[in-house]
């Protein structure tokens, strides 16, 4: 027995790949986020750290990333209503 598959009206469509666009990204800066930490991390633990001047700018960056990423989800919540 076939089922009849639906097709979604073309605005929902786009809604659909903005939203997974949206997703993707705010997983990809929040790895980078959580990357960053870690690397920060490991160093503060280890006998005779330091960090590296660029430390602080890259996690500046991936904050900025992460905020603008989750910034981008606002349309999200109305599909958990």
């Known amino acids: 027995m ?3 598959r639906r097709v ?12 997974v666009a949206a997703l993707r ?3 990809e800066a929040l790895v980078d986020l959580e990357s960053q930490l870690g690397e920060i991390l490991i ?8 960090l590296d ?3 602080s700018q890259r996690l ?3 904050k900025h990333d992460v905020v ?3 910034a981008g989800l606002d349309h ?3 599909l958990f209503a």
Request: hydrophobic share 35%; proline share 3%.
């Open 43 to 50: 160093r503060v633990r280890s006998s005779g750290a330091t």
């Open 2 to 4: 076939a089922t009849k």
């Open 76 to 78: 999200v919540g109305h």
């Open 53 to 55: 001047a660029g430390a």
């Open 8 to 19: 979604l009206p073309e605005r929902s469509r786009v809604t659909v790949r903005r939203t």
């Open 68 to 70: 603008a990423a989750m």
């Open 25 to 27: 990204r705010s997983r």
């Open 60 to 62: 500046a960056g991936a």
